[in-house]
């Protein structure tokens, strides 16, 4: 699906289930980084589904978001970070990340709200109240920036080691800058080997404004930025079909 917003043309998977939609539509996963993921959690949703009375998972449309594999990296850079006046590149194993292009998160909800949800709903048979955002690392990042900016385009959001170190942290500004309560749930799920990480993850979660809502944090023990994907796949799905 090519985006005006974004300039940008976006690989769109969308994996329905094979069961009858719910009154009202089946409720829809959008998958960051899609073309990684959504399969996996619509493997993982299915064998939920076998015994759903006790997993008490529902079945959802899944819609994989990616992007095209040649320069993956920077535009995953791109859309998934905020703008911002400067920014501010850290050092990774000892080494400067190289300055890509970045900041362009505003864009790409932009195609959410004006191109893709849109398409979603005029294509199928789905319930507009129950749209969920998944996203893991940079991608996590975008879900809980749209959580604090833009927390009505979504009914929950699923953060997997989110990079909250971005930009000096900056989206912990933004969240102490965010005086309103959030009313949307959220979900935030790191590996127990992810150092900071997992400290930056557990300030966002203790920090939030919406204490009283439905909402999740764990630390996934003996697992790294990548084994912690699997690992949650099926809480993320009890979380958004709670």
């Not at 090519?2 to 300039?7: D, F, P, W």
């Not at 319930?127 to 990042?141: C, I, K, M, T």
């Not at 959580?147 to 997997?160: D, H, R």
């Not at 203790?206 to 912690?228: D, G, K």
């Amino acid at each position: 699906m090519y985006s005006t917003y974004c300039k940008y043309d976006y690989p769109i998977e969308v994996f329905v289930p094979e069961t009858p939609a719910p009154k009202g539509g089946f409720p829809v996963i959008f998958v960051l980084d899609g073309q990684r993921y959504a399969q996996m959690m619509f493997i993982a949703m299915e064998n939920q589904m076998l015994m759903s009375e006790k997993t008490e998972v529902q079945s959802n449309i899944i819609v994989s978001v990616g992007h095209n594999e040649d320069g993956d990296r920077n535009r995953r850079f791109y859309d998934f970070t905020a703008p911002a006046e400067q920014y501010h590149f850290p050092t990774y194993k000892g080494k400067k990340i190289e300055p890509v292009p970045v900041g362009g998160a505003a864009d790409f909800k932009q195609f959410f709200i004006e191109e893709l949800i849109p398409y979603i709903c005029a294509n199928y048979n789905v319930n507009r109240a129950h749209f969920s955002l998944y996203g893991h690392s940079l991608g996590g990042l975008f879900s809980l920036w749209c959580y604090l900016t833009e927390s009505n385009l979504f009914e929950k959001y699923v953060a997997v080691s989110p990079s909250i170190w971005w930009n000096n942290h900056e989206l912990l500004q933004i969240l102490h800058e965010t005086t309103e309560k959030r009313l949307t749930p959220v979900a935030i799920y790191v590996g127990g080997e992810e150092g900071e990480m997992v400290d930056d993850a557990m300030t966002f979660y203790n920090n939030r404004h919406s204490a009283s809502l439905p909402a999740r944090f764990y630390v996934a023990l003996e697992e790294n930025h990548a084994s912690v994907v699997p690992t949650t796949l099926s809480k993320a799905l009890r979380f958004i079909s709670s």
